[in-house]
């Protein structure tokens, strides 16, 4: 292999600055005294499992949706589980799924007796209609489309589907709390959804966290029980269930961003937007859509990634200069992870899978980070004389 091509100078004023691709510790410390308040708060309260806070987060989050109940309960994953069980999934049935994602999508599935059936994605990096068509058996029952990046499906093809073979739609909405598809929000279109509130999530908790969301009063009453013990109100137990509920002081920590939800969105799409006008016009670098480029889709950009040209070099080059970013999952689409079994080859995820990369995308970057990221890469493909 070639060596890379010697390079012109950065010129930010950032140079040579840390940016790590998540903040962990600057997240808590941009609102520390207000955190530490409802900490003491709650704990002054003795409030702990299922009290007055979660219920006014779900409240809340309900409210926001426009959905008539939102759950709180541990994770998102356990949402996931809890959300098939409780829309009846049945041992054995087949549920596809794209393979780019985390295997959380997949592993909700075989918790709940199901089939995780993979397939490929789209340019958009999203599950693909044509190969959702294609994976149709008998024994399909449902379709789990993952809403990822903070960017909803084209949800009138997969609506199309569902509705063509009888499929059920649960949509793993971890990564997409307030995007929208045609106006509609991610986590409103199936079923049941499931929400993430990992740390890391534009809504995220100081620890694991999580909501599924529902319209159908059923499928709500069974999500209620599954998620403490199979107990109804009155201490019966009507079904076996699990302990997965949000902890009423992570309910209150996530309620007090909530509050903020539509400037933490707007912030992270003007981030985006400053991504795209830097970097847009350089060949080896694909560039997720910007915001407002397409009327149909509302992102909330949970992750800026994009596709490059010798992905992993760059990589190198980035964190050599103090940026941090992400490979999702490791490099590796639930598919091609041995132990789980799966013989299938689906193409446009391989290759996704060797020129992917998320860049820093979160509420700690500045602007002039994000002038100095793009910098660097323009400099990375610019070789100089
Ligand atoms: C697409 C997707 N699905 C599911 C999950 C699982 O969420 P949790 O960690 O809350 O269980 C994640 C978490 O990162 C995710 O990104």
Same mark, same amino acid.
């Given at each position: ?15 040579? +600055?840390?940016? %790590? ?5 600057? +997240? =808590? ?8 308040? #409802?900490? &003491?708060?709650?704990?002054? &309260? ?5 009290? $007055? ?7 809340? !989050?309900?409210? =926001?949706?426009?959905? %008539?109940?939102? =759950? ?10 809890? /959300? ?15 393979? *780019? ?16 059936? %993979?397939?490929?994605?789209? +340019? ?14 008998? &024994? ?39 995007? $929208? ?11 049941? +959804?499931? @929400? ?9 908790? =100081? ?12 499928? /709500? ?24 509920? !949000? ?7 996530? *309620? /007090? ?6 400037? #933490? #969105?707007?912030? &992270? $799409?003007?981030?985006? *937007? ?7 016009? !350089? ?11 397409? %009327?149909?889709? @509302?992102?909330? @950009? ?32 639930? *598919? ?36 100095? #990221? ?12």
């Amino acid at each position: 292999m070639s060596s890379p091509p010697k390079r012109s100078a950065v010129t930010s004023t950032v140079s040579r +600055a840390v940016i %790590p691709f998540f903040n962990y510790r600057g +997240a =808590f410390a941009a609102r520390e005294d207000e955190f530490l308040e #409802i900490v &003491r708060d709650v704990i002054r &309260r003795g409030a702990f499992i299922q009290q $007055r806070d979660l219920a006014d987060f779900e409240e809340a !989050l309900a409210a =926001f949706l426009g959905v %008539p109940w939102a =759950f709180g309960v541990g994770n998102a994953t356990d949402g996931l589980i809890i /959300a098939l069980r409780a829309a009846g999934l049945q041992p054995g049935d087949e549920v596809i799924f794209p393979s *780019h994602t985390m295997v959380a999508t997949a592993a909700s599935v075989a918790h709940a007796g199901g089939v995780p059936v %993979p397939v490929d994605c789209g +340019a958009d990096h999203l599950i693909d209609p044509a190969s959702v068509e294609a994976a149709v058996t008998e &024994r399909t029952r449902a379709i789990m489309p993952v809403q990822l990046n903070g960017r909803t499906c084209d949800m009138d093809a997969i609506e199309r589907l569902a509705r063509d073979h009888g499929l059920m739609i649960v949509e793993d909405a971890a990564q997409a709390l307030g995007s $929208r598809f045609k106006g509609k929000p991610a986590g409103t279109f199936g079923v049941a +959804a499931a @929400f993430s509130f990992y740390p890391a999530k534009i809504l995220g908790c =100081f620890g694991d966290g999580g909501a599924v969301v529902t319209g159908d009063p059923e499928i /709500a009453r069974r999500v209620k029980l599954l998620r403490d013990h199979g107990r109804n109100e009155e201490g019966d137990v009507e079904m076996w269930g699990f302990n997965s509920r !949000l902890d009423n002081m992570q309910a209150a920590i996530l *309620h /007090a961003q909530f509050r903020d939800y539509d400037e #933490i #969105i707007s912030r &992270r $799409r003007s981030i985006a *937007h400053l991504y795209d006008s830097l970097l847009s016009g !350089l060949a080896e670098v694909t560039l997720p859509p910007a915001p407002g480029s397409d %009327p149909d889709h @509302f992102d909330v @950009f949970q992750n800026y990634e994009i596709e490059a040209e010798r992905r992993d070099e760059l990589r190198a080059y980035l964190s050599k200069n103090g940026v941090g970013t992400i490979i999702q999952w490791g490099g590796t689409p639930v *598919h091609k992870f041995a132990a789980l079994g799966f013989d299938v080859e689906l193409p446009a995820t391989e290759r996704l899978f060797e020129r992917c990369l998320m860049l820093p995308m979160n509420m700690m970057v500045t602007d002039d980070e994000v002038a100095y #990221i793009a910098e660097l890469i323009r400099d990375f493909y610019t070789p100089t004389a």
